[in-house]
């Protein structure tokens, strides 16, 4: 990132501040006569000028004010933002089914943020409780699979090679004597390992039933809840712009999208926050995501966080999914 003195850095922040809290693009004058900047009208504007060339603000065309780009936002983000702690009056949530603590999370982001709350739900670790194989014909298998909360699940698997029922038989036996339980990353590596020393029968069709449950596993979830998409109606960058709403609304309705970009997050410790326009991850020049992870028993098994416009209180936005994070935790975990 781009070096800046510290008067630079100084104006960068104040603009980015001022801007944040007005929605109004910010003057040369305006920044001059602001608390801590003893500068010249003409000195600001210098510095305004430098940090428009390095892409950091930008001027709207209608006006003689500047913006933040999405590098500005960057920067300030990652240097320059200064988390005050508030006091929240953050209810609790209670410990019930995954689901409904999970809902109560997004409605806790939107209405703490007033813009929308997303959760990813829980990924199901474990794979089965139960599986077993029917011969079919020549080469066709059924596939039953149990999941852990009672979920049957079937799917036709065509094998390479006839196998007999006895063999099916045979393969389940050893499937639910092994791996019960187990999550399919484990089962996976288990797999690696033990592939060499098993028939090959056994080993085609363990595979495959790997395959169909991880597959009917993460279609048969809810994966994201969301909370509050009404609340970007009465943001003002938007409400002049209904274009832009509109692909905001899209971004909700593709929860695909939503998903790829609460995964990535999953990736990372700590509060994350991804600034529209700057990457392929949010491609809405005027949406950020603050999000975080939240776990079970010390496992990372899930992502949260807010969406709103780029213009957004960032140290308020940062403490909100951090705290609702915790209590998501707190509310899944069997202490």
């Known amino acids: 990132m781009t070096m800046l003195d510290d008067r630079a850095k100084l104006l960068l922040k104040t603009l980015v501040e001022r801007y944040i809290a007005d929605g109004q693009p910010v003057g040369s004058r305006t920044l001059s006569k602001a608390n801590g900047i003893e ?28 913006i933040p780009t999405a590098r500005g ?27 409904k603590v999970i809902a109560s999370a997004a409605n806790l982001l939107s209405n703490l943020s007033n813009f929308v709350g997303v959760v990813m739900a829980p990924r199901r670790g474990s794979v089965f409780r139960h599986i077993e194989f029917l011969r079919l014909s020549e080469k066709r298998v059924l596939v039953i699979i149990v999941s852990p909360d009672g979920d049957v699940q079937n799917r036709v698997i065509f094998t390479d090679t006839d196998i007999t029922q006895p063999q099916l038989i045979e393969a389940s036996n050893y499937l639910n004597t092994h791996f019960v339980g187990m999550g399919i990353e484990q089962v996976r590596e288990r797999l690696q390992a033990e592939v060499e020393t098993l028939r090959s029968e056994i080993a085609s069709l363990m595979q495959a ?53 609460l995964d990535i997050s999953s990736q990372a410790e700590g509060v994350r926050i991804y600034i529209g326009g700057e990457s392929q991850v949010v491609p809405f020049e005027e949406l950020s995501v603050v999000s ?25 936005m940062i403490q909100i999914v951090d705290i609702t994070a915790k209590l998501v935790s707190n509310a899944l975990s069997h202490k």
């Open 292 to 316: 975080a992870n939240y776990e079970v028993d010390g496992q990372v098994v899930g992502t949260l966080g807010v969406i709103g416009p780029t213009r957004m209180p960032y140290d308020r």
């Open 73 to 99: 936002y960057r920067l300030f983000v990652d240097t320059m933002l200064t988390v005050n702690r508030e006091n929240f009056n953050t209810p609790s949530l209670a410990p019930e089914q995954p689901q």
């Open 209 to 261: 039933a790997v395959q169909v449950s991880s597959e009917a596993l993460s279609q048969s979830q809810d994966e994201v809840v969301i909370s509050g998409e009404r609340n970007l109606l009465s943001v003002s960058d938007f409400s002049s712009d209904m274009g832009q709403l509109r692909r905001a609304f899209d971004l909700f309705e593709q929860k695909a999208q939503l998903m790829r970009l």
């Open 39 to 66: 500068l010249s009208p003409a000195t600001v504007r210098n510095v305004m000028a430098d940090l428009e060339e390095l892409g950091l603000i930008v001027s709207p065309h209608t006006s003689a004010g500047r």
